[in-house]
């Protein structure tokens, strides 16, 4: 581009700017660098021929003010942390992008207290030794899932790399192609056994196996009969899959381990939300598996963390591999583990203190209590000509688990005027804090089964300063 021979000569200088009133009242909360940072990108800016300069004596002081706003509002945001708070209007309980599970208050606890003070993390305190920091939670998903024995790693994808790195490595995995999963994230079954050095011996079709295909199947060279949940998408019509327990028989016959990997890690009887049953992880090892393995922060509503458990034996092969080393839970992580579990184990109620439950667990008459009064405090904040409307809707549980099955939910729907609906909800989203939320028929879509009573301020205060910029 072709710029004129006095452009410099009207850019001012980053000292003018940084003088101007407005910069220099960012400068006391917000550090020297993000100012400093801001305000030469946008000089360089206008030098590129980037930002329009205006050249009018009579009208630079009034610029300069503008320039040294907007910088002032670019630090303000350079300088906030990078991860942050975001209100969750989706009704996505477990929003993978969003951070999966929320964390009991007695998680919280319990995890900034392990963070604050030493620990006994990897200590026995009754005799000074060494100790494993898997003890810590050991006993409590053995009570809690009836496993012999269990390891924590610090996701679910590490839990299935590591069993079959070390059960497997060099031999024949078996697998139905019906299970034959991708999780999002590029988390693909056939690529993570290469990974893990196994083959995958796949059998029957996409929507059918028999039990016959793995008795076919099972050779010298077998180390696993592999099963994956089918956690995000269903095979539905003529179909026909083989469970834990129809493979029990050949596996004692054969000597072959059954692997489970759920996914989710649902401990409670999801049916009771209205929801279908997912295998729980008791049920899975009292039906057949040798192993399983599950998140910490699906539904079990914990941490991020991986979690095998069952056969004694082969959980002290995991923990003898150097592998575990690289996969090693984190303390925290654990610490939150520990808590959530404790809920399970303690509480008549789980439901009513774990937070992913808790929203899973809402009665649709409540949410649309609370929708009806919150659109009532949202008509004083929007403008004129945005239309609300309560509508019925579906709440989605989210992190691949139960993917063709909603829960009813009142949506709060605004037709937002003059305004595109999509640069609102791209508004909401770059306002602190970040909004998110569906748009659906040019409408904004509201679910509050996932907003904490306490954010519906918050939330009604960013749609009012979108709706009115
Ligand atoms: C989610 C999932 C995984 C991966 O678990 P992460 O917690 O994301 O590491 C693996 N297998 C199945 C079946 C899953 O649903």
Request: hydrophobic letters at 40%; proline letters at 4%.
């Given at each position: 581009?072709?710029?004129?021979?006095?452009?410099?000569?009207?850019?001012?200088?980053?000292?003018?700017?940084?003088?101007?009133?407005?910069?220099?009242?960012?400068?006391?909360?917000?550090?020297?660098?993000?100012?400093?940072?801001?305000?030469?990108?946008l000089?360089?800016?206008?030098?590129?021929?980037?930002?329009?300069?205006?050249?009018?004596?009579?009208?630079?002081?009034?610029w300069?003010?503008?320039?040294?706003v907007?910088?002032?509002?670019?630090?303000q945001?350079?300088?906030?942390?990078?991860l942050?708070?975001?209100i969750?209007?989706?009704?996505?309980?477990l929003?993978?992008?969003m951070?999966?599970?929320?964390?009991?208050?007695?998680?919280?606890?319990?995890?900034?207290?392990?963070?604050?003070?030493?620990?006994?993390?990897?200590?026995?305190?009754?005799?000074?030794?060494r100790?494993?920091?898997?003890e810590?939670?050991?006993?409590?998903?053995?009570?809690?899932?009836?496993?012999?024995?269990?390891?924590?790693?610090?996701?679910?994808?590490?839990?299935?790399?590591?069993?079959?790195?070390?059960?497997?490595k060099?031999?024949?995995?078996?697998?139905?192609r019906g299970?034959?999963?991708?999780i999002?994230?590029s988390?693909?079954?056939?690529?993570?056994?290469?990974?893990?050095?196994?083959?995958?011996?796949?059998?029957?079709?996409?929507n059918?196996?028999h039990?016959r295909?793995?008795?076919?199947?099972?050779?010298?060279?077998?180390?696993?009969?592999?099963?994956?949940?089918?956690?995000?998408?269903?095979?539905?019509?003529?179909?026909?899959?083989?469970?834990?327990?129809?493979?029990?028989p050949?596996?004692?016959?054969?000597?072959v381990?059954?692997m489970?990997?759920?996914?989710?890690?649902?401990?409670?009887?999801?049916g009771?939300?209205?929801?279908?049953?997912?295998?729980?992880?008791?049920?899975?090892?009292?039906?057949?598996?040798?192993?399983?393995?599950?998140?910490?922060?699906?539904?079990?509503?914990?941490?991020?963390?991986?979690?095998?458990?069952?056969?004694?034996?082969?959980?002290?092969k995991?923990?003898?591999?150097?592998?575990?080393?690289?996969?090693?839970?984190?303390?925290?992580?654990?610490?939150?583990?520990e808590?959530?579990?404790?809920?399970?184990?303690?509480?008549?109620a789980?439901?009513t203190?774990?937070p992913?439950?808790q929203?899973?667990?809402?009665?649709?008459e409540?949410?649309?209590?609370r929708a009806k009064?919150?659109?009532?405090?949202l008509?004083?904040?929007l403008?004129?000509?945005?239309?609300?409307q309560l509508?019925?809707?579906?709440?989605?549980?989210?992190?691949?688990s139960?993917?063709e099955?909603?829960?009813?939910t009142?949506?709060?729907?605004?037709?937002?005027?003059?305004?595109?609906?999509?640069?609102?909800?791209?508004?909401?989203?770059?306002?602190?804090?970040?909004?998110?939320?569906?748009?659906g028929?040019?409408?904004?879509?509201?679910?509050?089964?996932?907003?904490?009573?306490k954010?519906?301020?918050?939330?009604?205060?960013?749609?009012?300063?979108?709706?009115?910029?």
């Amino acid at each position: 581009m072709s710029l004129p021979k006095d452009h410099y000569r009207h850019i001012p200088s980053v000292g003018t700017l940084i003088a101007a009133a407005p910069t220099r009242d960012v400068l006391a909360h917000c550090p020297r660098w993000a100012v400093l940072q801001e305000t030469r990108a946008l000089v360089q800016a206008m030098r590129d021929g980037e930002e329009p300069i205006v050249t009018k004596d009579e009208d630079k002081d009034a610029w300069h003010q503008r320039l040294a706003v907007q910088i002032a509002s670019r630090a303000q945001e350079t300088a906030n942390y990078s991860l942050s708070r975001v209100i969750n209007a989706t009704g996505v309980v477990l929003h993978t992008n969003m951070g999966r599970a929320l964390l009991a208050p007695a998680a919280i606890e319990h995890m900034a207290n392990v963070a604050a003070n030493y620990s006994n993390l990897e200590l026995d305190l009754q005799t000074g030794e060494r100790g494993s920091r898997y003890e810590h939670v050991r006993q409590l998903v053995c009570d809690l899932t009836g496993a012999q024995d269990a390891i924590v790693v610090n996701n679910n994808a590490a839990a299935v790399v590591l069993c079959l790195s070390v059960f497997a490595k060099d031999r024949d995995v078996i697998l139905a192609r019906g299970e034959l999963v991708e999780i999002g994230g590029s988390f693909r079954i056939p690529e993570i056994m290469e990974l893990s050095g196994c083959r995958l011996r796949e059998i029957g079709t996409t929507n059918r196996v028999h039990l016959r295909d793995y008795e076919t199947a099972v050779s010298e060279d077998t180390a696993l009969l592999l099963k994956v949940h089918t956690s995000n998408y269903r095979v539905i019509g003529f179909t026909k899959t083989v469970s834990a327990a129809d493979l029990r028989p050949l596996a004692d016959e054969s000597g072959v381990p059954i692997m489970y990997d759920l996914g989710a890690g649902c401990l409670v009887d999801l049916g009771a939300f209205g929801l279908p049953a997912e295998p729980t992880v008791q049920e899975s090892l009292a039906s057949g598996a040798d192993i399983v393995t599950f998140s910490g922060d699906k539904l079990l509503g914990g941490p991020q963390v991986g979690v095998v458990a069952g056969r004694a034996d082969l959980i002290d092969k995991l923990k003898k591999h150097q592998l575990l080393r690289a996969f090693r839970v984190d303390k925290l992580c654990l610490a939150a583990l520990e808590a959530t579990l404790r809920i399970y184990r303690d509480t008549q109620a789980p439901s009513t203190e774990i937070p992913c439950l808790q929203m899973l667990g809402l009665s649709s008459e409540s949410i649309a209590e609370r929708a009806k009064k919150f659109s009532e405090s949202l008509r004083g904040v929007l403008p004129g000509d945005w239309q609300m409307q309560l509508r019925s809707g579906q709440s989605q549980v989210g992190a691949g688990s139960s993917p063709e099955n909603g829960l009813p939910t009142t949506l709060v729907a605004i037709a937002t005027g003059s305004s595109q609906a999509a640069t609102v909800e791209t508004a909401l989203r770059r306002h602190r804090p970040a909004v998110m939320l569906r748009v659906g028929g040019g409408e904004l879509l509201i679910d509050l089964r996932t907003v904490d009573p306490k954010d519906e301020d918050a939330l009604t205060a960013a749609l009012g300063a979108v709706a009115n910029q």
